[in-house]
């Protein structure tokens, strides 16, 4: 992230659960609308961010994007939301930090290989090491004891015994994959896939084209098999939205205090 403390730090989430637990912690929120978003400024932490909903898919994570380097000048990016497990061992109620982040529905072949971003030379889009760190390391520490940050009856019912941190790639498409078929062949065409989502390496191609430092925190919220429809929102108001909301509040303390700033 760049030395320049009167930037805001954006906060994305992709469902609104999530969202309202974070703004639940901004006392002092403002709410500027563009483009049929509210993207809401204010303190987290001491720290100045924006926090917003980018709606679900990779365009409106890309309009969301957008705005925020365009109008609000953010210094880096973090997106936090559930994802779907792929990888073997990647279960209901872990959490994977992205190192980083592939498209996994783009397919321009045969003029540039499969996956590639045209004209940009890259597939795999890299998350910020120093955010990525940072998030992984009080993520495991908040998942050490899922009894005192979610309650013992939502750790039974969702069997969250033992949840555990991921770091590696996150690939994203237009599409909630809800077939063992389909999460069957996104492991076999990207093996090293941890989790599948529909915006992070859209937000992830924006930042790079900016310059801007970006970071993805995702709880597994299903296996992206045919089960995956089943407890989803609950699980996101009982389980995800408050792993969302103490790992950027324990990151958010971890950063150096800005003076309080408008911008
Ligand atoms: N987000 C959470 N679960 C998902 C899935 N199975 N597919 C795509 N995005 C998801």
């Given at each position: 992230?760049?030395?320049s403390p009167r930037l805001p730090i954006a906060?994305?989430?992709?469902?609104?659960?999530?969202?309202?637990?974070?703004?639940a912690q901004m006392p002092d929120e403002q709410r500027i609308h563009v483009a049929g978003r509210d993207y809401w400024v204010g303190h987290l932490q001491g720290q100045l961010v924006v926090a917003v909903l980018s709606r679900i898919g990779k365009v409106a994570a890309?309009?969301?994007?957008?705005?925020?380097?365009?109008?609000?000048?953010?210094?880096?990016?973090?997106?936090t939301g559930v994802a779907g497990g792929l990888a073997p061992g990647v279960d209901v109620g872990d959490v994977v930090v992205a190192t980083r982040l592939l498209q996994h529905d783009l397919d321009a072949s045969p003029i540039f290989p499969k996956y590639e971003v045209p004209l940009t030379g890259h597939a795999r889009f890299a998350a910020d090491t120093a955010i990525s760190d940072a998030l992984a390391v009080v993520a495991a520490d908040l998942l050490s004891d899922p009894v005192t940050l979610l309650g013992e009856k939502v750790?039974?019912?969702?069997?969250?015994?033992?949840?555990?941190?991921?770091?590696?790639?996150?690939?994203?498409?237009?599409?909630f994959v809800s077939t063992s078929a389909?999460?069957?062949?996104?492991?076999?065409?990207?093996?090293?896939?941890?989790?599948?989502?529909?915006?992070g390496a859209a937000v992830a191609q924006v930042c790079h084209d900016y310059g801007v430092p970006f970071a993805a925190v995702r709880t597994i919220s299903d296996r992206a098999d045919d089960a995956a429809h089943g407890d989803f929102t609950r699980f996101v108001s009982a389980v995800a939205s408050r792993y969302s909301l103490a790992v950027i509040d324990a990151w958010l303390a971890t950063l150096p205090t800005d003076a309080p700033a408008t911008i």
């Open positions: 992230m760049s030395d906060i994305v989430a992709a469902m609104h659960e999530e969202l309202a637990a974070l703004l890309a309009t969301t994007a957008t705005v925020l380097m365009e109008r609000f000048g953010v210094r880096a990016i973090v997106f750790v039974e019912d969702f069997k969250l015994t033992a949840p555990k941190v991921h770091r590696g790639l996150l690939v994203s498409g237009d599409r389909e999460s069957e062949a996104l492991r076999l065409a990207l093996p090293d896939a941890l989790a599948v989502e529909m915006e």
